[in-house]
């Protein structure tokens, strides 16, 4: 057996381990489970590691990882990444695979550690304006978590839906709100992260003001796994603003849309959301929507005129909701809005 594996089954938990009992040369079927990240612990099957080898960039992962391991706390992870390090075998920290940069694809020998099952939120607390997740939660789900108690996590990707708290935090995840609230590090206030020896550490107090030390917070936010393994994170809140209203706009081209860009952003009524469309963009989602079944699609090509040169949407979500949108409707049709 090959010593790496061995290791990992001797100190990890032997109620959730399965090895390849498959006959060689066999294509091995790949189970909802082993895609989702729900099973055993160590898994060594062909099929479990082909369903982890590659996120959806199109990007082929390398072949020949070892092992498949899916902690479930902290102390796994650190005596995963003790093995690693002692027998200098590679890892590859891994979420829910949404990314779409080849970050977190396999690569030959290594420990793929899947933490999309470290999915609880732990704390929401209103008195800290914070919550307490562990990696494997999705985005989706803390917003609606915090929104139950009144409150806003702002970072929006357009993967929020199925993306995990643990890939924003490693690729430092922006979207269509950071014009005003910022990316994921803005958001981050401290991390639990395991590092390349197994040693537990915490990134800075939980605390909102903790000025002494190095800023490893931000230094871990980005790293794409490769400075540590969140297993933890503390994000920060506010009060929830009022619901986003908006206005989209097309335009001859992208220089008239950037204008427009432009005026709404020193209007004097920063929006909360700010999106632009090139023209390839709208010719793709309209023909996307035309050769699917896709109802979100068809809505999105609905919106988007064909023969506009480009297209953005823009939404406020302050009290002065009305005011601001007269702002941005202003700047649209001074720079030529169609």
């Not at 992260?193 to 537990?200: Q, R």
């Not at 540590?228 to 992208?254: K, M, Q, S």
């Not at 699917?292 to 949407?313: Q, S, Y």
Request: hydrophobic share 45%; with cysteine; aromatic share 2%.
């Amino acid at each position: 057996m090959d010593e790496v594996v061995a290791r990992l089954l001797a100190a990890l938990p032997d109620d959730r381990v399965r090895q390849n009992a498959e006959p060689r040369g066999r294509s091995a079927e790949i189970s909802p489970s082993e895609r989702s990240g729900s099973a055993c612990l160590v898994d060594t099957t062909r099929a479990a590691i082909a369903a982890r080898s590659s996120d959806r960039s199109g990007l082929a992962g390398e072949a020949g990882a070892r092992v498949v391991v899916r902690p479930r706390t902290t102390a796994e992870v650190a005596r995963v990444m003790r093995i690693a390090d002692e027998t200098r075998t590679p890892v590859v920290p891994q979420g829910r695979l949404t990314g779409l940069a080849g970050g977190a694809n396999a690569i030959a020998g290594a420990i793929l550690l899947d933490v999309s099952g470290m999915d609880r939120i732990l704390r929401v607390d209103r008195e800290e304006l914070a919550a307490v997740v562990q990696p494997g939660v999705i985005v989706a789900d803390l917003q609606k978590a915090a929104r139950e108690h009144g409150l806003f996590y702002a970072p929006d990707p357009a993967s929020a839906r199925i993306a995990s708290i643990g890939g924003t935090v490693a690729t430092n995840a922006g979207g269509m709100r950071a014009v005003k609230y910022g990316v994921t590090r803005d958001w981050v206030r401290s991390l639990e992260v395991v590092t390349a020896d197994g040693s537990v550490v915490r990134t800075r107090p939980q605390t909102v003001k903790a000025v002494a030390g190095y800023d490893l917070t931000g230094l871990v936010v980005g790293s794409e796994g490769t400075l540590a393994v969140v297993t933890e994170a503390t994000v920060r809140l506010i009060p929830a603003p009022a619901a986003p209203t908006g206005i989209a706009a097309t335009f001859r081209d992208v220089p008239a849309a950037l204008g427009a860009v432009a005026g709404i952003i020193t209007g004097g009524a920063l929006p909360a959301t700010i999106e632009l469309l090139d023209e390839a963009s709208i010719r793709a989602i309209r023909r996307y929507a035309a050769d699917g079944d896709d109802p979100e699609a068809r809505f999105a090509a609905e919106a988007l005129p064909e023969g506009a040169g480009a297209w953005i949407v823009v939404a406020t979500d302050t009290p002065t909701a009305a005011a601001d949108l007269r702002r941005y409707e202003h700047a649209c049709r001074e720079n030529g809005a169609q």
